[in-house]
Nanobody, 122 residues
Framework: QVQLVESGGGLVQPGGSLRLSCAAS????????MGWYRQAPGKQRELVAT???????RYADSVKGRFTISRDNAKNTVYLQMNSLKSEDTAVYYC????????????????WGKGTLVTVSS
């Protein structure tokens, strides 16, 4: 199995910054695309940003120019630097990773973390 653990959430004022981290651990053979999703109260979960193993990023239009996704393949970790935060960024942020385990090296599946809460408020 693969476990994803997010950290770095919290309360921040509008215009502020936060950096989220997500570390993958367990019986990992390979990790492909990793990403961040978020779910605001009363809304569906939505994509924030993804990044391939070759460091090609993709962003939702709502966060382009404000958020930056990056990864450290040696540490199996993905980051989300969030700048110029707005109240509408308030949500639980979830990490996602497509991975194969040592026990099933050719079976890639998606894994989710439990989420970290980001609250943007004055």
């Amino acid at each position: 199995q693969v476990q994803l653990v997010e950290s770095g959430g919290g309360l921040v004022q509008p215009g502020g910054s936060l950096r989220l981290s997500c570390a993958a651990s367990g019986s990992i053979f390979s990790i492909g695309v990793m990403g961040w999703y978020r779910q605001a109260p009363g809304k569906q979960r939505e994509l924030v940003a993804t990044i391939t193993s070759g460091d090609i990023p993709r962003y939702a239009d709502s966060v382009k120019g404000r958020f930056t996704i990056s990864r450290d393949n040696a540490k199996n970790t993905v980051y989300l630097q969030m700048n110029s935060l707005k109240s509408e960024d308030t949500a639980v942020y979830y990490c996602n990773g497509n991975a194969a385990t040592m026990e099933a090296r050719y079976h890639v599946r998606g894994y989710w973390g439990k989420g970290t809460l980001v609250t943007v408020s004055s």
